[in-house]
């Protein structure tokens, strides 16, 4: 008989309603339950691409002792990490103050009122390896909870004490300037992997934001080594084995310092956010590896995250069917010898191991090798390279295909809305801005209300029940400015100011002008979350700096960037100390540092040839956080454009900074020597 998850739109949380556990969803009525019964709550937290959560699924929550204790001693509530950021940040700051470390899938026990006393990640079905199996901890913690009350409840208070003198107030600090930055820098350069390129060691994650600052800084100042660690790292996960090289899109992360086995899921913020980078580090260089991994990414994305809606996916799963009913992680995208020998016979196998740099031991497990791209340059004709590419590509996808996290989530979609837009307008295709504009028209139609506040996460074209985050402001704020600059379309600016009020209004603290994750008016919970550092994805914080700093640009509007400017205060606290958790935070500094640069393009009509030409150079620019409003002289769509007439009968750019202007120019070379400067 299904639990209480049935009627639930996370894939995730679907995936556990079959469970003999009685499951409760995260609401008010679970806590009521456990007052009335008066037992603890055991809080599971996790995703549904979150190979952990699988396995402890399988082996604790599908089997039938296991729930029958829980259901005797305790009520359950399943949370689904990327539907409930709130949830998720909460307690999982509680489970690293008191651990360390934390992870998915999160266990939690609270008291009836929500409150933490017990932590831990995955636990096993039986002790293994210093950890207590899963059984053993629900008895420990029930016998706690019925002989040591007074004792759980004392622990329970003081974590919620101690997390609540955690709030942050960076908002009085200053806009971080020259020196910051710098340090920034510096500190990166010490933690850089010149061997393989990325930060750190195993396991690696590619730093994205990390990349856009180190872009950005080298447009301003002219830093090669930031440009340098950028293309050495970009290059590195290109043809390592976190990219895949046969259907294109990066998985979330590596397990090794070499880039070579990817932990396999594909997630859609690490692929709207790279695919950015490099179509960025393309506009700086001109590198071709980076134009074909920008536009392979963006097609992975289209191709195999796009809902039937519009809309872009959670995630791809790493597990899945490896053809004998089990389901295995990487099964889908690994390769032994002898499957390319059965798909390309003997001696384009040959070829295709050498050219994927794989081995007869393989790079994986059982013989098996992920498929990279060793640097061999004219080591296979590219006519041949691109046959194998195709034959492989095709036997692959008669594989049984991982599974899909359907679910839209506002923030990651505005992320994905970004990328396509620029990646279509650089590259002449089309086809990618319609994709960002059909995501752009869902999230309107299906996730904004009469007052344009956000819900998080739909699924079938049905709008889930949660609020939105500051991060789905924010990033879909972003992702409605650049597909403004983008089509010239005034009405994306408009929906990016609606969204960018909502921050002023409900997310910011009025007295300091630090930022929140939730709402003002959001459900309360044990603390209100606030956590500014970047980590997968940009925080709603430094998203939320970068989304007031373009539309201030945009419009000229005061409040928005003072707002910005308070917010980044927290990277002039950070940035110097912990580069590497704060680079988007940086990449919008950079941004305010160098302006940014406002640039109006005015013409008879958006499709006149010298209009769409000096547009185009526009959006070629690379100076920091640059805006781009395009139309006709005196259009009402920007507020960039007003006041900005033809020169001559001809189309025209106007360039502003700091309230300074450059004199307009007819002329595409001359304005990109102004924003290149």
Partial sequence: MPNRLAHETSPYLLQHADNPVDWWPWSEEAFDEARKRNVPVLLSIGYSSCHWCHVMAHESFEDQETAEYLNAHYVSVKVDREERPDVDAVYMEAVQAATGQGGWPMTVFLTPDAEPFYFGTYFPPAPRQGMPSFRQVLQGVHQAWDERRDEVTEVAGKIVRDLAGREISYGDAQTPGEEELAQALLGLTREYDPQRGGFGGAPKFPPSMVLEFLLRHHARTGAEGALQMAGD???????????????????????????????????????????????????????????????????FMVRELRTNEGGFASALDADSDDGTG?????????????????????????????????????????????????????????????????????ARSERPAPGRDDKVVAAWNGLAIAALA?????????????????????LVRLHLDEQARLTRTSKDGHAGANAGVLEDYADVAEGFLALAS?????????????????????????ESGSLYDTAADAERLIRRPQDPTDNAAPSGWSAAAGALLGYAAHTGSEPHRTAAEKALGVVKALGPRVPRFIGWGLAVAEAALDGPREVAVVGRSLDDEGTRSLHRTALLGTAPGAVVAVGVPESEEFPLLSGRPLVGGEPAAYVCRNFTCDAPTTEVERLRAVLSD
């Fill in 422 to 442: 620029e990646t279509g307008a650089y590259f002449d295709r089309p086809d990618l801005i319609e994709a960002a504009v059909a995501a752009a028209d869902l």
């Fill in 326 to 394: 089990k389901h295995v992680e990487g099964a889908y995208y690994v390769w032994t010898p002898e499957q390319l020998r059965e798909v390309l016979g003997e001696q384009d196998a040959e070829l295709a191991a050498r050219h994927f740099g794989m081995t007869e031991e393989g790079t994986f497990e059982e013989g098996a090798s992920v498929l990279q791209l060793p640097v061999r340059d004219g080591f296979v004709d590219a006519g041949k390279a691109a046959s194998v590419r195709e034959r492989l590509l095709a």
């Fill in 233 to 299: 790292t970009c290059e590195r996960m290109a043809r390592g084995g976190i990219y895949d090289q046969l259907g294109g899109g990066f998985a979330r992360y590596s397990v090794d310092r070499d880039w070579v086995v990817p932990h396999f899921e594909k997630m859609l913020y690490d692929n709207a956010l790279l695919c950015r980078v490099y179509a960025h580090l393309w506009r700086a260089t001109g590198s071709e590896l980076a134009r074909r991994v920008a536009l392979e990414t963006a097609d």
């Fill in 486 to 510: 983008v089509t010239g379309e005034g009405v994306w600016l408009e929906f990016a100011g609606f969204l960018v009020d909502h921050v002023l209004a409900r997310f910011t603290d009025p």
